[in-house]
């Protein structure tokens, strides 16, 4: 089967081509920018005819959009651009695999909760109350799937972090070495999402799709279109998981103390409490969820051994 990942130089797009490795499947890696020494074809996903080239030429029968515009801040001054990046191009690929009769696996964000007051993990069937433009746009995004007709499913994560590109991970990783204090947030709560981990469950996904299109049974529409939340197990706020990360580093001589978010102004209000229930994907597809703290121990062993490099 021939699989398009978009934003293929991206966090999860890197972990995707790490999963892609011995697999059966023909993977085909797309982004608007070059990494030298990855193989990435050129694809900008907000062209409608530029997508359904690639997917005809290729005969391509699922797509991972990887692709998104992620800075929370800059949304709220950038909207239209955010439209066209989280919901636009979306619906340009959702419409590609209507055509197709294939499969679309879209990743969407805990950011399309926020704005109501919640104690208890998010289910799928919650109504979106995003804060900012961004979770708005995510949210458009996830609508125009569903409009559009195709098979699709729609993995709503959180926190995601990796060896690759810009994460809070890394960040903190270079600021707990550079800096004798340092101030994180405690009053935001979620679960850090290894984007590793996200990358093995979507290949869980591909396969279940492909069992579905071997089967007897009439393959449209896939019997699991929906949406589904993926992290990692348990709960911590940002300030947790900085201490954590600094004890896997061994960088322990920062002096991290805990902080209200008011302390850090921003443009956008962030979800004070985002995680999110993950029984849905687990019963469904028979996902495995790894526990927060034991990804980020490899996540750090990882980086420290220089084993992040793709090729």
């Known amino acids: 089967m021939r699989i398009l990942v978009t934003g293929a130089n991206g966090q999860l797009g890197n972990e995707m081509r790490i999963v892609s490795r011995g697999a059966s499947d023909d993977y085909i890696f797309t982004d608007v920018s070059d990494v030298e020494g990855l193989q990435t074809a050129y694809l900008d996903i907000t062209d409608p005819d530029a997508v359904r080239s690639m997917v005809e030429e290729n005969d391509v029968r699922v797509i991972v959009n990887c692709a998104a515009y992620t800075n929370v801040d800059a949304a709220e001054s950038n909207e239209a651009l955010a439209e066209r990046l989280n919901a636009g191009a979306p619906e340009n690929l959702a419409m590609a695999m209507k055509e197709a009769g294939g499969l679309l696996i879209q990743i969407s964000t805990d950011y399309v ?154 443009p956008v209000t962030r979800p004070a409490y985002s995680v999110l229930d993950k029984t849905k994907i687990k019963e469904v597809f028979g996902v495995e969820v790894p526990y927060w703290t034991d990804s980020l121990k490899q996540c750090i062993e990882n980086i420290k051994k220089d084993r992040f490099q793709v090729r």
């Open 113 to 266: 909760f926020g704005r109501e007051p919640y104690n208890t993990p998010c289910r799928e069937n919650q109504n979106g109350t995003p804060t900012g433009v961004y979770g708005l746009t995510k949210l458009h995004g996830e609508q125009k799937i569903a409009a559009a007709g195709c098979d699709y499913v729609i993995i709503r994560t959180a926190w995601l972090y990796s060896e690759f590109g810009r994460n809070f991970c890394r960040t903190m990783l270079n600021l707990t070495a550079a800096k004798p204090q340092l101030k994180v947030v405690f009053d935001q709560v979620g679960t850090p999402t290894y984007a590793l981990d996200l990358a093995k469950a979507i290949t869980v996904i591909i396969e279940d799709y492909k069992t579905s299109l071997s089967s007897n049974l009439p393959v449209l529409p896939y019997a699991h279109n929906g949406i589904y939340h993926f992290s990692d197990e348990g709960v911590c706020s940002w300030y947790d998981f900085t201490k954590m990360i600094q004890e896997y580093s061994g960088q322990v001589e920062c002096d991290v103390l805990p902080c209200h978010s008011n302390e850090f102004p921003s």
